[in-house]
């Protein structure tokens, strides 16, 4: 909706002035409104609501989970010498652990340890199960793992260990490959001792 106001002023003669002194001249003839903003301020201001709390909750409620679901461990990391697999680098020593996978307890590569890091890949590209990332992850690693494995000893190395992340970990942004050599894989209980040649 439009509203146009035309307010004439008489010079005293009855005749009107022909420019007003607040009046001001459009290129389209039409009148432009003018605004002005008030001198003081409104001699009562509103009053705000009083039902505000004044005191924080004491309680809290008692339905919240206790604990970390069991596939978050390998996101956060542990006290000591464990850490997630995602963090090692190549060249670090470590022990594994069959009830927490994704798991990885550092050693010192003088000490007696399950396995070493040959190389840390990044896996690029879009997965959509946990079998593509596997076989994704074991492409990453193999070329690595079979040249480390051939400068190593006979009988110092009998397998590998390819750490990679689920689904859900990959679509979280963890994206590293850890690809180890192991002396003894599965229930083989070998140790390395020294660092791998």
Not at 38 to 64: A, G, N
Not at 136 to 147: G, I, M, Y
Not at 154 to 162: K, P
Request: charged share 25%.
């Amino acid at each position: 909706m439009v509203v146009a106001v035309v307010l004439m002023v008489s010079g005293g003669d009855g005749t009107p002035d022909k420019s007003p002194p607040e009046s001001s001249k459009s290129s389209s003839g039409s009148p432009e409104p003018s605004f002005s903003l008030p001198t003081e301020l409104p001699s009562k201001l509103p009053t705000l609501p009083t039902k505000f709390p004044t005191e924080l909750p004491t309680e809290f409620p008692s339905d919240l989970p206790s604990e970390f679901p069991s596939d978050l461990e390998s996101l956060i990391p542990l006290a000591g010498d464990e850490v997630p697999y995602y963090m090692l680098r190549t060249g670090d020593c470590f022990d594994t652990d069959d009830a927490r996978p994704g798991q990885a307890a550092k050693r010192s590569c003088g000490d007696p340890h399950d396995a070493e890091v040959v190389k840390v890949a990044e896996l690029e590209g879009r997965y959509a199960t946990d079998a593509a990332l596997k076989k994704a992850a074991s492409a990453l690693c193999r070329p690595a793992l079979e040249r480390e494995a051939a400068d190593q000893p006979a009988g110092t190395v009998s397998g590998s260990l390819v750490q990679y992340p689920d689904t859900a970990g990959y679509r979280l942004g963890i994206d590293n490959v850890a690809c180890s050599l192991a002396a003894g894989v599965g229930s083989d209980t070998r140790k390395l001792t020294t660092p791998l040649a």
